[in-house]
């Protein structure tokens, strides 16, 4: 068998389906499981691409894009790196871009108009492969989530290097931005319970 296969684990992560829904359909089944020589469930390639209803022989071809992100415009040197750093990963690897994506704004907007139309074509499944520098190119806080949204749509998220390496006006600005926000939920919660205090104030009085 040359196809990639999957233990039951990763598959149900994959698919975004529990293990027990899972073994339940090899009951039922609806998706029988391979078994090692131990009998332990696995799942292949294929069977992947059955649970999520992608036909991969069609002549719809899925692309490989690359994606960069900085907070600022007054960022470009660093927008200018990362698509080096990608530039020369992709042409080491072998691998064949089809699009180059970029947005200019922080990490902790997901409003950014490249992200979403990059996010919109993965639910589409037109995406194969998205390959950025850094997790927090991608978003700042949650990469987990995205991650495991895309792989639920056939799209795997390659990250050449893990670490974060934000400028660090990046970082500090985005940090402003959540103290800012959180400063606000509580000025408009003091404001809030002030207002009841006086309604419940005047109610007496009026009793």
Same mark, same amino acid.
Not at 73 to 83: R, V, Y
Not at 105 to 118: A, E, T, V
């Given at each position: 068998?040359?196809?990639?296969?999957?233990?039951?684990?990763?598959?149900?992560?994959?698919?975004?389906?529990?293990?027990?829904?899972?073994?339940?359909?090899?009951?039922?089944?609806?998706?029988?499981?391979?078994?090692?020589?131990?009998?332990?469930?696995?799942?292949?390639?294929?069977?992947?691409?059955?649970?999520?209803?992608?036909?991969?022989?069609?002549?719809?071809?899925?692309?490989?894009?690359?994606?960069?992100?900085?907070?600022?415009?007054?960022?470009?040197?660093?927008?200018?790196?990362?698509? +080096? =750093?990608? *530039? !020369?990963? @992709?042409?080491?690897?072998?691998?064949?871009?089809?699009?180059?994506? $970029?947005?200019?704004?922080? /990490?902790?907007?997901?409003?950014?108009?490249?992200?979403?139309?990059?996010?919109?074509?993965?639910?589409?499944?037109?995406?194969?492969?998205?390959?950025?520098?850094?997790?927090?190119?991608?978003?700042?806080?949650?990469?987990?989530?995205?991650?495991?949204?895309?792989?639920?749509?056939?799209?795997?998220?390659?990250?050449?290097?893990?670490?974060? +390496? =934000?400028? *660090? !006006?990046? @970082?500090?600005?985005?940090?402003?931005?959540?103290?800012?926000?959180? $400063?606000?939920?509580?000025? /408009?919660?003091?404001?809030?319970?002030?207002?009841?205090?006086?309604?419940?104030?005047?109610?007496?009085?009026?009793?």
């Amino acid at each position: 068998m040359n196809e990639k296969i999957y233990a039951i684990g990763e598959f149900s992560k994959l698919v975004g389906k529990s293990i027990r829904t899972l073994q339940r359909w090899d009951y039922d089944g609806l998706l029988v499981a391979n078994r090692t020589k131990t009998g332990r469930r696995f799942y292949t390639q294929s069977q992947y691409y059955e649970v999520l209803g992608i036909q991969p022989d069609s002549s719809t071809k899925r692309e490989i894009v690359c994606y960069t992100r900085v907070s600022g415009k007054d960022q470009k040197n660093d927008l200018a790196s990362q698509k +080096l =750093s990608l *530039e !020369q990963f @992709v042409i080491a690897a072998g691998i064949c871009v089809d699009e180059w994506y $970029s947005d200019i704004g922080s /990490g902790l907007n997901y409003k950014r108009n490249k992200f979403n139309d990059l996010l919109l074509r993965v639910e589409n499944k037109e995406i194969s492969q998205i390959i950025i520098a850094h997790k927090d190119r991608f978003v700042r806080f949650g990469y987990e989530w995205f991650d495991e949204f895309c792989k639920r749509h056939g799209c795997e998220i390659l990250v050449i290097n893990a670490e974060s +390496l =934000s400028p *660090e !006006q990046e @970082v500090v600005k985005d940090l402003l931005t959540i103290i800012h926000c959180f $400063s606000s939920r509580l000025y /408009g919660l003091r404001r809030y319970k002030k207002e009841i205090h006086n309604i419940v104030e005047t109610t007496d009085e009026n009793n």
